[in-house]
């Protein structure tokens, strides 16, 4: 079935980093743009950054621009989100999600189910 | 940005009770819009795209209209597995942003 499965959260002080992973698979991997969209505890949903299906383009949002960095490797069917100078107010579930289209769609019609991301000393 | 507002921020309602939301855009995002359930501890699940587009596999109990700026999701029959978070989203352009939530909450 049509799954992925983030990884790589946890506890890390501030101004550290941490990698998360996403790997997808009962599709066509390569085929669709990805995302990454966090929560806070208790709060809504703030989209993160988007790559295209063949990594030609990649969208940030303002808050983590230059810190952050979306990759993926299509060979290996998965999503990556180097995460750097970490602050407290990036603690969050951090949710994978597939693109109904190569270039950015509409909508993220499959998510992961998230991994947990805890800035503190 | 594009800013998302929902109303209500939550509502009470009863098992077959019609329930509807609404969600406005700060810009025209013309039909670049979905609309989100989440429960709680889960990841959200994809209900209307493109402002009125039922995804699959979702009761046709849900439904979307709007256009421009002004939407709506509406429940026509409330069922107990409905009490959830909804949350409308654009994607007209980035960065996407969302509504700020509205909690559907038993009566």
């Known amino acids: 079935q049509v799954q992925l499965v983030e990884s790589g959260g946890g506890v890390v002080q501030p101004g550290g980093s941490l990698r998360l992973s996403c790997a997808a698979s009962g599709f066509t991997f390569s085929n669709f743009g990805m995302h990454w969209v966090r929560q806070a505890p208790g709060k809504g949903l703030e989209w993160v950054t988007f790559?295209?299906?063949?990594?030609?383009?990649?969208y940030y949002a303002d808050s983590v621009k230059g810190r952050f960095t979306i990759s993926r490797d299509n060979s290996k069917n998965t999503l990556y989100l180097q995460m750097n100078s970490l602050r407290a107010g990036d603690t969050a579930v951090y949710y994978c999600?597939?693109?109904?289209?190569?270039?950015?769609?509409?909508?993220?019609?499959?998510w992961g189910q998230g991994t947990m991301v805890t800035v503190s000393s | 940005d594009i800013q998302m507002t929902q109303s209500p921020s939550s509502v009470s309602a009863s098992v077959g009770d019609r329930v509807t939301i609404t969600c406005r855009a700060s810009q025209r995002i013309s039909s670049w819009l979905a609309w989100y359930q989440q429960k709680p501890g889960k990841a959200p699940k994809l209900l209307i795209y493109?402002?009125?587009s039922l995804q699959s596999g979702v009761p046709s109990r849900f439904s979307g209209s709007g256009s421009g700026t002004d939407f709506t999701l509406t429940i026509s029959s409330l069922q107990p597995e409905d009490f959830a978070t909804y949350y409308c989203?654009?994607?007209?352009?980035?960065?996407?942003?969302f509504g700020q939530g509205t909690k559907v909450e038993i009566k």
């Open positions: 493109t402002a009125s």
């Open positions: 989203q654009q994607a007209n352009s980035f960065p996407w942003t």
């Open positions: 999600a597939k693109d109904p289209s190569p270039m950015g769609g509409y909508a993220f019609d499959i």
């Open positions: 790559i295209r299906y063949d990594g030609s383009d990649k």
